[in-house]
């Protein structure tokens, strides 16, 4: 049988290795923050073990010790930023009911965080330059992240057919494809070309969009 002092001890030795799992938890998670606002203004290109030691005032070796590689933690950096776009744009949109009202949540949710971005940058129109015709586990990552949210966009177009918000003949994929465009050149407008009244122009585009596929035109 056990003495009591052996448990005692046992039992202090998981409060310390719990105590460090944690501690080493929120350290990985500080670093992909810091090197997640990196990516946003260097592109994840730029990402590399030292920058972000020198950023988060480590050594190179313990930022090493927790992704193993600069790859990884670019992957780690494209997962965060995607957690972070499904909560901001997902999750909130998904509270509202099916159909048009979903759809609409998405697109509205999708410009206010295009809008917050044009200082800083979309991480998925900037990666997908950087990484376009670069094979490889980052570029997996990328896509499989922008592929999961366009899926997400898509479904919502289908049960707004559904749920007759649009026309029965409605091309969801062609539809998708004309909303993702119009978040494509709202960013392009506002960031790069600094056109005015961008927003306002996609606002008008999605309207524009839902009309022709039969739903009824909202105004401001």
């Known amino acids: 049988m056990t003495d009591p002092q052996t448990l005692h ?8 290795r719990q105590r460090l799992l944690q501690k080493g938890q929120q350290t990985k998670a500080a670093i992909i923050d810091t090197a997640l606002g990196m990516a946003a203004q260097i592109g994840l290109e ?19 010790a927790h992704f193993g590689s600069r790859e990884e933690l670019q992957i780690s950096v494209i997962r965060e930023y995607h957690q972070r776009f499904e909560q901001e744009i997902f999750f909130p949109a998904m509270e509202m009911p099916r159909g048009l009202p979903r759809l609409r949540a998405l697109f509205h949710c999708w410009m206010l965080r295009t809008s917050a971005e044009i200082d800083s940058g979309c991480l998925y129109i900037s990666g ?9 586990p980052v570029r997996d990552a990328l ?19 559904d749920e007759q918000h649009l026309s029965k003949d409605t ?17 392009y407008e506002a960031r790069f070309l600094k056109t005015a009244k961008s927003l306002n122009r996609a606002k008008q585009g999605f309207e524009h969009i839902l009309q022709r596929y039969g739903a009824t035109t909202q105004k401001d």
């Open 171 to 187: 091309d969801a994929t062609q539809m998708s494809f004309e909303i993702h465009g119009l978040i494509l050149a709202l960013h």
């Open 128 to 136: 997908a330059v950087e990484f376009d015709d670069r094979p490889g």
């Open 46 to 64: 730029g990402l590399s073990i030292g920058a972000v030691a020198d950023a988060m005032q480590m050594s190179k070796s313990g930022v090493f």
């Open 9 to 16: 001890d046992r039992h202090d030795k998981q409060l310390v």
């Open 143 to 161: 896509a499989s992240s922008v592929k999961t949210w366009l899926t997400a966009l898509h479904r919502s177009v289908l049960q707004a057919r």
